[in-house]
């Protein structure tokens, strides 16, 4: 009786085992199926931060061309208006000093003749206009 109770507690242990195996071989396997999942969502994750960073990358690019542009853009705008100023105070110390050469030649003269004689040393010179 000893013997046949020890054969059906080994045969009980040979199916505990047997099934822990197999409940072991199911747990590795759900456990690489999840390593797969995860190395896949994180290559995924990966992939799209890099597209991310090269969007950005691109903007920033983008951003600073425009910067460029607009800053030799407002350069030449400067120039430009710099040289009108530089034109435009050649033209008034012109003028001043015709009025005053005019005024002192001729300090009888009228204001309209003034304006004439000021409008044909400026018609003589039209690089100054």
Known sequence: QNQLQHEEEIEQLKKTQEQNQLQHEGEIEQLKKTQ????????QEIEQLKKTQEQSQLQHEEEIEQLKKTQE?????????????????????????????????????????????????????????
């Open 36 to 43: 797969e999942q995860n190395h896949l969502q994180h290559k």
């Open 73 to 129: 853009q407002n350069q030449l705008q400067h120039e430009q208006e710099i040289e009108q100023l530089k034109k435009t105070q050649y033209q008034n110390q012109l003028q001043a000093a015709t009025r005053a050469a005019t005024n002192v030649l001729n300090p009888k003269r009228t204001n309209v003749e003034i304006l004439r004689t000021n409008t044909n040393v400026l018609n003589f010179f039209p690089s100054c206009t």
